[in-house]
C-alpha cells in the first residue's frame, strides 16, 4: 500500500463495501494515521439485492473517510451503454464495465489516481465457484438417477431476476457439475458451454472453424498451470485469463476513458508472490474464503463485513433486459437481423430471447454477451460485402467519445 501511495496528485480508493476494498481502506488509514482525509468512492444500485451501499458507509464510518456515493439506475445505464461500447474494441461481455465506468468518472471528479481491491478474489480463492469445485465429486458420484431427478426438480423452480437468487445458482451449477473442474469453471464463469456454443453458431462458421476447440486450450492451459495441487493450478488459471483479460481489461477501458488512473495493492509482484506460495489451504478451508486475508482483517475491520457474504459487482442485468432493454434486445437479436448477420443461429438466439422475456428461463449471461458483440459489431465489424453495417434502429452513437483521445493525468 505504501508503495502505491506515491502520487503528486489526489487519490482515493474504490469502496464496495466488500472484504478486499474494506481491507485496502483499513491499511490506507493505517499508513496515513488518523488525521489524514480519505475520499472512498462507491456506486449504488435501486435494485436491494444488488446494492451494497450500506456496507460501503458502514466502512466509511468506521475508518472516518470522505464518503462519496452515487446511485446508478436502468437511466444511466440506456445513457452510457452507447458511450462505453464505443471504448471497447473488442467483444467484450461483463457487465460490470458499466458501473465501473460510472465509478470512475465519478471519482474522477475529485482525484487522479484511485486505489481498488482488483486481485484479491482470484489470488485468495474468493469466487463461489472455488467452493462448488470442491462438491464436484461428491456431486458426480451420485447415482445417476438421483442427479436426473435434482434436475428436474431445479427446473421446476420459479425463475428470478434477483441477484444471486437461488434458482439461478442451481441451474448454473447444474450445466457445470458434469465436467471436470477446470471446465465447469469455464462453463460458470462464461456465458455458452461447448455444446451451447455449438448451438449458437451459424453452420457456416462452424466450418470455418475447421475443427478449432475453445474448450481444448482452456483445459490444455489448466494442465500447464502454475502450482502442485489441483485448486492452486486452477487459482493460477484464473489469474492468467480471469483475471488479466477482462477483469484488468476492464478496469484499464473503464478508467483511462475517464482520464483517471487505477492501482491494485492485491497485485503487486512481492504479495502475489507471497501468496502464490502458500498452501491452498491459508485461502480456501472447508467453506471459508480468502482465509488467510479473513484472519487478518478480524483485527481492523467490522465483523460484519469481514463475514458478509459475496456479492460481486454486478448489474441487474436480467431484470434490465427484459424491461428497459427490451426494445434493443428485439432490434439487435432479431431473426432477420441475426440470419443477415449470417454467425448465429436465427432460431437459437430467438429462443433465448423468448425463454428470458417470458421469465421461463434467465438468460442474462448468453443474451448480454449476445447484446454486447452486436454494439462491438455495428461500431467496428464488417457486413459481408466488407462495408460497415446499417445503423441499427436504435441508433446509438458511433464516434468514441472525445476523452479517449486526451492525455491522461498521472
Known sequence: MRRRLLSDVPLGVFLSGGLDSSSLVACLREVLGADQEINTFSIGFREPSYDESDAARLV???????????????????????????????????????????????ARQKVKVALGGDGGDELLGGYPTFLATRSLRLFQRLPRWSRAALGRLVGRLPVSHRNMSVDFLLREYLRGAGSEAAMANQIWMGAFA???????LHADVRS???????AGEMLQRYTHAAG??????????YAQTYLQEEILAKVDRASMANGLEVRAPFLDPELMTFLGRLPTSYRLRGTQTKRILKKAALKRLPAAIVHRKKQGFGIPAAAWLAGSLQEMVGDL???????????????????LVDEH???????RKPLWT??????????????????PEAPASHEINRSAPQSATQPVDK
Open 333 to 351: 437479436l432479431s431473426a432477420d437481423r441475426v440470419k443477415a448477420q449470417g454467425l448465429f443461429d436465427p432460431a437459437f438466439v430467438t429462443r
Open 60 to 106: 466509511a464510518r468506521h475508518f472516518g473517510t470522505t464518503h462519496h456515493e452515487q446511485t446508478f439506475d436502468d437511466g444511466d445505464m440506456l445513457t452510457v451503454l452507447p458511450e462505453v461500447s464505443a471504448y471497447l474494441d473488442e467483444p467484450f461481455a461483463d457487465p460490470s464495465v458499466l458501473p465501473t465506468y460510472l465509478l470512475c468518472r465519478f
Open 228 to 237: 502442485a495441487e489441483p485448486m492452486a493450478r486452477l487459482l493460477d488459471l
Open 370 to 387: 449476445l447484446l454486447m458483440f452486436q454494439l462491438w459489431y455495428d461500431h467496428y465489424g464488417r457486413g459481408p460485402t466488407g462495408a
Open 194 to 200: 461447448p455444446a451451447e456454443q455449438e448451438d449458437l
Open 357 to 363: 422475456l417470458t421469465h421461463r428461463r434467465n438468460h
Open 208 to 214: 470455418e472453424l475447421n475443427g478449432f476447440d475453445l
